[in-house]
């Protein structure tokens, strides 16, 4: 069969630095075989850099001041002058400025996807009734609701999304980027002043209250403070100088490395021996998945892919979900302890996180999704 002719598709997200939202617009934009330019509201950074690099159509609104009064308008603006066949929203302020635009526009296809919808929450905010109706009023002007995982459409149907709307997609890895690499690790190592024989622990995430970076820290100053260990944190946030005085107070800061936004996550992560995710708010635990794709045994508190593709090994430990306080420390330090006395040994991906979350898969769904709705609207 003779694939559709290529769609204009404009991708609208709130900002491209190092989150999983932003890095899976990467992906898809990377492979699809539709024609893309993404304009993000508030501003670029790690990822939207990449992205030029690699020769993808990449610009900012700007929403300071006076403008952000006018941003539906001025949003609707750029969108027309690509007359797109698609637009394609990402994270809630896109979706609160990027559906009424690309309505104003005239787009013929709306498609939004969620990547942050948690059962008391929404990318930190809690679920108020006033934000509900604002959201459920905005997703009928959408044509298709794009659900990053079973979970999240089960989340999207409990706050009133009908089910007949919702379409899931699940993340997309690029599994074979995140093979380790014995060059990547000496070189990471190198950068960060640490040897072969350091033992160094990581994690991956945005450094926001949602995160729980600082559980993280606090299960981990004992081994730290030992010297028998590092920390090291990728990404970046508005919690950084909480960590870091944190940190302090604990006295290991110069155990704890914080490396900012990072383009080379795969290098980062085979650097690690180990990663722990303390986040108990997921839709889909990208950090879990792709440190698994990377081979490293990993501690986590919650991870819907992981649960969804029924995934069983020894090397991924799940939280006790439970544990809080005092008790939830020394269950993460205890799961560190343990995987980390079976030695710092790589492992096979499991197989079915690779047959069901590989990249190619995610963007054929995406494309044929495009094309689908394209042809229904006329």
Not at 11 to 16: A, E, K, N, Q, R
Not at 85 to 93: G, M
Not at 101 to 130: D, F, K, N, Q
Not at 134 to 162: F, I
């Amino acid at each position: 069969m003779t694939p559709a002719a290529p769609l204009r598709v404009v991708h609208v997200i709130t900002t491209l630095t190092t989150g999983g939202a932003e890095r899976q617009l990467e992906s898809i934009v990377g492979r699809t075989r539709h024609q893309t330019a993404t304009i993000c509201l508030y501003g670029s950074g790690t990822v939207g850099d990449a992205m030029v690099a690699s020769g993808q159509r990449v610009e900012v609104l700007g929403m300071d001041g006076w403008r952000k009064a006018v941003a539906v308008f001025r949003l609707a603006a750029r969108i027309r002058r690509y007359r797109p066949d698609v637009v394609h929203v990402h994270l809630l302020a896109a979706q609160l400025w990027g559906i009424p635009a690309a309505r104003l526009a005239g787009v013929p296809v709306i498609v939004s996807s969620e990547h942050s919808l948690m059962a008391t929450t929404i990318e930190g905010r809690p679920l108020s009734a006033w934000l509900r109706r604002l959201y459920l009023a905005l997703e009928r002007l959408t044509t298709r609701t794009v659900a990053v995982s079973a979970t999240t459409r089960e989340r999207l149907v409990a706050w009133g999304v009908r089910p007949a709307r919702i379409e899931v997609v699940d993340n997309g890895i690029e599994f074979e980027a995140l093979r380790f690499s014995s060059t990547a690790r000496a070189s990471v190592r190198a950068e960060l002043g640490l040897d072969e024989q350091a033992v160094v622990v990581g994690a991956v995430g945005r450094l926001d209250a949602v995160k729980r970076m600082d559980r993280l820290v606090r299960a981990l100053a004992p081994r730290l403070r030992s010297g028998d260990a590092w920390l090291a944190v990728a990404g970046d946030g508005p919690l950084r100088p909480e960590l870091e005085a944190l940190a302090t107070e604990l006295g290991v800061a110069d155990r704890v490395l914080l490396l900012g936004a990072r383009p080379d996550v795969p290098a980062v992560l085979s650097a690690l021996d180990l990663l722990v995710s303390p986040s108990r708010d997921e839709t889909f635990g990208m950090a879990v998945v792709e440190a698994l794709g990377s081979g490293l045994p990993v501690v986590y508190a919650q991870c819907p892919a992981i649960d969804e593709a029924q995934v069983q090994c020894s090397w991924a430990v799940e939280l006790p979900p439970g544990a809080d306080g005092d008790d939830e420390l020394l269950a993460i330090s205890g799961a560190v302890d343990d995987l980390l006395a079976h030695g710092r040994t790589r492992h096979p991906a499991p197989g079915r996180l690779v047959e069901r979350y590989g990249i190619a898969s995610t963007v054929e769904r995406l494309d044929s999704l495009y094309d689908e709705l394209r042809a229904a609207a006329g």
